[in-house]
Each structure stands twice: as structure tokens, then as C-alpha cells.
């Protein structure tokens, strides 16, 4: 037992380390299930770490037509930047790590990883991988990678992700089978950027150029993409090479591509598609009752950001934006807008489903909606009377009737929202225009993050690139620095609380809910993970038909 380990099992004794916050570190630092397992029987915890049971014994053979949601560009992994593009490259590709639907980690590509100290990572990688061409997968595909990934003059989608933690060039070979990675700054967390919540970090070959993988072959996973139309979906067909004997079930995969949910869920009615990884509340709750489907839930650390422009008067007041939060009832919100299907938000990055925010959500009071604190506060800053603002936002999923539902809340405080709800593509716009990034008071659709870190650097810390209430704080920019550089648990949990009363107080953007993962499958198909469902995962997927 190393160091670390020897201090995780100190922890988890203490009772000062939960048996699931202490499978999160361990699947984090690499540390093997039997060991991790040994670990917990030792500290009187065991009980094993557990798969998610499939819905009846797996059988070899047949087909899963998966539905998903048009990509918005030819499918390529260093570009997509949706959900169509996301599955399809996920079906064939491979990450050096995988997310379960508890968040820990699963060994892909890696077969195992260490953290001499938070700022170097060492990955040691599987041997015996083969790429569908037939030759085999060694640390030059890692290595070139991960530098294409982060090469500025590529323009991969994957290079917000990495901003300030890993750049170009800063990763070594050591051996044909061991890489390691020399960050900018120490990250715990690290291996999560290189799972599928970075889904961009897909390992391609060795001299890959963009345009590619569209031409089928390329990848180290459980099916061969053996057809690809840019308009309709592709066709896969089961690896006989795979790494892991074990998969895949099913011998091929069709994937369909459709224009909006709505028609997903007409054809997974109609029994023409028998998966749909990631269904959203507003289209999967017609298919509650229907006998032929399964939904299944998880939670989720996606939510929806309202923020303000901390810059610019009247949200350069922190009582304004105070008053803006004491608005909202949360409870309502995820009953209206999700049927249920969601947790509260309190203004704070650590989601229920984060092992480190256990702390942070306890010593952190639930905000509640208050008239009579808004109206007091709004009057201490000058605004006896309220204000008129313009709310922009996106045509997207349930957000529209959020903004309308915000509309209604802000109006007994005396806060008049005039609403701009805008296309998508309009809304995020491209290059240095970017109107969500410049609007007094707007909502963003913030997907599942691995770790807290993932969403907090790029969109609360005083340099992130998507700090879209121009926020800037010291103190939670120090707090940030000790989660992400320090080994110790304890050090870690004291700076999530700070953080979490730091941005609770400060409001530079409002969290009223969590949203809850759905997905849908015929009853014919065993086998999908629970989640988390913006990662596709087709290798356990079996057919009883």
C-alpha cells in the first residue's frame, strides 16, 4: 500500500471519507477494484463495487437500432461539439478512461494512471489493442493525440476543456505503452479530461487527419463503423478483434439520425428504434406509459446557468443579485419544468452527484424563494422600486419556459424582464461575437461535467473562457487552487464548502436545479447503463429478440 492509498484508507476508517466518496479518489488516482475493494473489507465497508445488473442474462447476436438527434457538422472527433456527433464517434472510438453511472472511472484504453504530484500524470496503457485497420495501439497514438487536441492552429472543440491545465507538446512517451502528462498547473481531476466528459479526447491514430474517421475504420472500440451518411446515420458492425472478449453482444448497430426529439419518441413508440441514450424530459415523458419502454434515470450534474453580468450596474451589487435568487421557487421549477425529474440547485458548481460536495451542500442553508428578503435587499441597493432588464437566452429544450416561469418570479419584486429567446446557433454565435457571453442577464445549458472543476474553471474562475457574469472573486479563486492541488481529502472537502458559500453569497449566477439523466430502451434490449447519459457506451447492449 503507497502513500496515498495508506491515506485513503485512513480516511475511509475515520469515517471521514464516505464508501462512495472514497470509490470516486480511488477510480480517480487509478487505483484497481481489487485493491479498492480489499481497501473497503478492511474498514469494515465491504460489499464489493457492483456493475449495474442488466435486465436479463445477455445473449449473443442481433441488432440495436439507436436513435439520436441530427449532428450539426460531418462527425469528427477532434470537432463535434453536439450530441449526434458525440454517440456516433462513441461508438467506434475509445477514451483512455470511461465514466460508470456512479462517476467513477473504468480503465479503457489505460489500463491503469498515477499522480506523482496534482501537476504529472503517468498512464500506463493496454497492450494488445488493435485499431480496426488491424495494427496495434501504443503510446505514438496517445502522444499524437493529445497534441492534436491542443494544438491551437486545429481549432478542436476539446481546447476549452484543456485551457490552463494542459497545453501543446506537454506530453512525454515513456515507453511504447506509458505516457505522461506534464500539466500547467496541478489538477486532481485530471483523469476526467481525458474520459468521455472531455468527449473530444477520443484516442485516433498515429498521423489521423481531420475528415477521417467519416470514412469508417477508424477507432479501438466494440464496433467497426461500416457506413456513414452525413444526413441519415451509419451502420456498425461488431469488432471480432475487440481487447475485451467479453464484448460486444450484439453483432451490428444502426444508428438513426433525426431532426428534433419529437420524432424519436413517435418511432420508439412505434417500435422502429429500440435505444435512445439521451432522451430529454420534455420528449420522453409521452412515453411514460407505454408498455413496450423502459425509462431509466439517474442523477446528473447537468443544469441550467442564469447568470448576470457582475460588471455592469445594476448586478455589479451583489444585494441585487441576492434578490434576483430569492425569486425563484425551486421547487417548482423542477416540478414544472421536469416533471419531477430533477434535483435543487443552490447556487453553487457541487452538485448532489459529486462525492467532494457532501460538505458543501450541509453547511450551505437551501435558498428559498422570499419575497419580502428580495424586496428589502433590492431596496438597501438603490432599487426601491425594482428595474426593467432584458433576459436573453436560446430556443433550447425546456429553457424558453424557464425564462417565461423567471419572467413571472422576478415581476412581484419589481424586476420587469423583457425576453430575447434566440436561436442556438445565434445565441452562442462564433469567434468574437458570442452574445451570451456579453448580455446583462442570460440562461446557458451547461452539460454534465465529471467533477466540479470541470464546469468552474472555465465558467466562474476570474480567467475562464466562458465566465459569461464576468465574475471575478480572490478568494474563490484560492479555494479553487487548493481542490485541484492537494492530494489530502479533508484539504479538499474545507475548500468545496468555501467555494460553495463564497458563490451561494456572491450570485454571479443562479443554479436552481439538477437535472436528472434519461434514457429509453424497448423492452427487447438488456444491457444500457444507467448513465451517464450523455456518454454512449454500446458494448453491454444485448438483444433478446
Known amino acids: 500500500m503507497d502513500d496515498y492509498e495508506y491515506h485513503l484508507f485512513e480516511e475511509?476508517?475515520?469515517?471521514?471519507?464516505?464508501?462512495?466518496?472514497?470509490?470516486?479518489?480511488?477510480?480517480?488516482?487509478?487505483?484497481?477494484?481489487?485493491?479498492?475493494?480489499?481497501?473497503?473489507?478492511?474498514?469494515?465497508?465491504?460489499?464489493?463495487?457492483?456493475?449495474?445488473?442488466?435486465?436479463?442474462?445477455?445473449?449473443?447476436?442481433?441488432?440495436?437500432?439507436?436513435?439520436?438527434?441530427?449532428?450539426?457538422?460531418?462527425?469528427?472527433?477532434?470537432?463535434?461539439?453536439?450530441?449526434?456527433?458525440?454517440?456516433t464517434a462513441q461508438i467506434a472510438g475509445e477514451y483512455l478512461c470511461f465514466p460508470r453511472a456512479d462517476y467513477t472511472l473504468d480503465p479503457r484504453l489505460a489500463v491503469s494512471w498515477s499522480a506523482a504530484k496534482p501537476d504529472t500524470w503517468t498512464f500506463v496503457l493496454r497492450q494488445g489493442v488493435k485499431w480496426h485497420d488491424g495494427k496495434p495501439f501504443t503510446a505514438d497514438d496517445v502522444v499524437y493525440t493529445m497534441?492534436?487536441?491542443?494544438?491551437?492552429?486545429?481549432?478542436?472543440?476539446?481546447?476549452?476543456?484543456?485551457?490552463?491545465?494542459?497545453?501543446h507538446g506537454n506530453i512525454e512517451k515513456v515507453?511504447?505503452?506509458?505516457?505522461?502528462?506534464?500539466?500547467?498547473?496541478?489538477?486532481?481531476?485530471f483523469p476526467y479530461l481525458v474520459s468521455a466528459f472531455n468527449f473530444n479526447a477520443i484516442i485516433l491514430p498515429d498521423k489521423y487527419q481531420i475528415g477521417d474517421f467519416a470514412k469508417g475504420r477508424v477507432g479501438t472500440g466494440a464496433f467497426i463503423m461500416t457506413g456513414y451518411q452525413p444526413e441519415t446515420g451509419a451502420t456498425f458492425a461488431r469488432?471480432?478483434?475487440?481487447?475485451?472478449?467479453?464484448?460486444?453482444?450484439?453483432?451490428?448497430?444502426?444508428?438513426?439520425?433525426?431532426?428534433?426529439?419529437?420524432?424519436?419518441?413517435?418511432?420508439?413508440?412505434?417500435?422502429?428504434?429500440?435505444?435512445?441514450?439521451?432522451?430529454?424530459?420534455?420528449?420522453?415523458?409521452?412515453?411514460?406509459?407505454?408498455?413496450?419502454?423502459?425509462?431509466?434515470?439517474?442523477?446528473?450534474?447537468?443544469?441550467?446557468?442564469?447568470?448576470?453580468?457582475?460588471d455592469q450596474a445594476p448586478f455589479d451589487n451583489p444585494l441585487v443579485r441576492q434578490a434576483v435568487a430569492a425569486c425563484f421557487d425551486r421547487p417548482a421549477l423542477v416540478q414544472?419544468?421536469?416533471?419531477?425529474?430533477?434535483?435543487?440547485?443552490?447556487?453553487?458548481?457541487?452538485?448532489?452527484?459529486?462525492?467532494?460536495?457532501?460538505?458543501?451542500?450541509?453547511?450551505?442553508?437551501q435558498r428559498k424563494q422570499d419575497y419580502a428578503l428580495a424586496k428589502s435587499l433590492l431596496a438597501r441597493a438603490g432599487h426601491p422600486n425594482g428595474f426593467p432588464v432584458t433576459l436573453t437566452t436560446e430556443q433550447y429544450l425546456e429553457i424558453p419556459q424557464y425564462a417565461v416561469l423567471a419572467q413571472q418570479?422576478?415581476?412581484?419584486?419589481?424586476?420587469?424582464?423583457?425576453?430575447?429567446?434566440?436561436?442556438?446557433?445565434?445565441?452562442?454565435?462564433?469567434?468574437?461575437?458570442?452574445?451570451?457571453?456579453?448580455?446583462p442577464m442570460g440562461i446557458v445549458d451547461?452539460?454534465?461535467?465529471?467533477?466540479?472543476?470541470?464546469?468552474?474553471?472555465?465558467?466562474?474562475?476570474?480567467?475562464?473562457?466562458?465566465?459569461?457574469?464576468?465574475?471575478?472573486?480572490?478568494?474563490?479563486?484560492?479555494?479553487?487552487?487548493?481542490?485541484?492541488?492537494?492530494?489530502?481529502?479533508?484539504?479538499?472537502?474545507?475548500?468545496?464548502?468555501?467555494?460553495?458559500?463564497?458563490?451561494h453569497d456572491q450570485v454571479p449566477g443562479i443554479i436552481s436545479y439538477w437535472i436528472k439523466n434519461l434514457r429509453v430502451t424497448g423492452v427487447s434490449i438488456g444491457g444500457l447503463a444507467e448513465g451517464p447519459a450523455n456518454h454512449f457506451d454500446p458494448r453491454t447492449l444485448w438483444s433478446a429478440v
Open 12 to 87: 475511509v476508517r475515520a469515517r471521514r471519507l464516505s464508501r462512495r466518496g472514497f470509490l470516486r479518489r480511488a477510480s480517480v488516482l487509478g487505483l484497481g477494484l481489487p485493491a479498492a475493494s480489499a481497501i473497503l473489507a478492511a474498514c469494515g465497508q465491504g460489499g464489493g463495487i457492483n456493475s449495474v445488473p442488466a435486465s436479463g442474462p445477455p445473449r449473443r447476436g442481433g441488432t440495436a437500432n439507436v436513435a439520436i438527434t441530427r449532428p450539426a457538422s460531418l462527425v469528427d472527433p477532434v470537432t463535434l461539439y453536439n450530441q449526434g456527433g458525440q454517440t
Open 446 to 503: 451547461w452539460g454534465a461535467r465529471g467533477v466540479p472543476s470541470q464546469a468552474i474553471l472555465p465558467a466562474y474562475t476570474s480567467g475562464g473562457i466562458w465566465n459569461a457574469a464576468h465574475w471575478k472573486n480572490a478568494g474563490f479563486d484560492r479555494a479553487f487552487a487548493n481542490l485541484n492541488g492537494s492530494l489530502d481529502e479533508q484539504t479538499r472537502l474545507k475548500a468545496a464548502a468555501e467555494m460553495a458559500a463564497i458563490q
Open 147 to 167: 497534441n492534436l487536441l491542443t494544438d491551437p492552429k486545429v481549432n478542436s472543440s476539446a481546447l476549452s476543456a484543456f485551457k490552463g491545465i494542459f497545453s
Open 175 to 189: 515507453d511504447d505503452h506509458t505516457v505522461t502528462f506534464h500539466l500547467d498547473q496541478p489538477f486532481v481531476d
Open 336 to 365: 414544472a419544468l421536469l416533471g419531477g425529474d430533477g434535483e435543487l440547485g443552490n447556487d453553487h458548481s457541487f452538485a448532489p452527484v459529486f462525492p467532494v460536495s457532501k460538505q458543501a451542500i450541509s453547511q450551505v442553508p
Open 409 to 439: 418570479a422576478l415581476k412581484p419584486a419589481g424586476i420587469t424582464l423583457q425576453l430575447n429567446v434566440q436561436q442556438q446557433s445565434a445565441y452562442y454565435g462564433t469567434g468574437n461575437s458570442q452574445p451570451w457571453l456579453e448580455v
Open 239 to 310: 469488432n471480432p478483434d475487440y481487447w475485451d472478449k467479453r464484448y460486444p453482444y450484439l453483432d451490428s448497430l444502426r444508428l438513426t439520425y433525426y431532426a428534433d426529439d419529437s420524432t424519436i419518441a413517435l418511432n420508439m413508440q412505434g417500435g422502429r428504434e429500440n435505444v435512445w441514450p439521451i432522451a430529454p424530459h420534455q420528449s420522453a415523458q409521452a412515453l411514460q406509459e407505454t408498455p413496450n419502454l423502459k425509462i431509466i434515470k439517474s442523477p446528473s450534474s447537468e443544469y441550467r446557468g442564469f447568470h448576470m453580468r457582475t
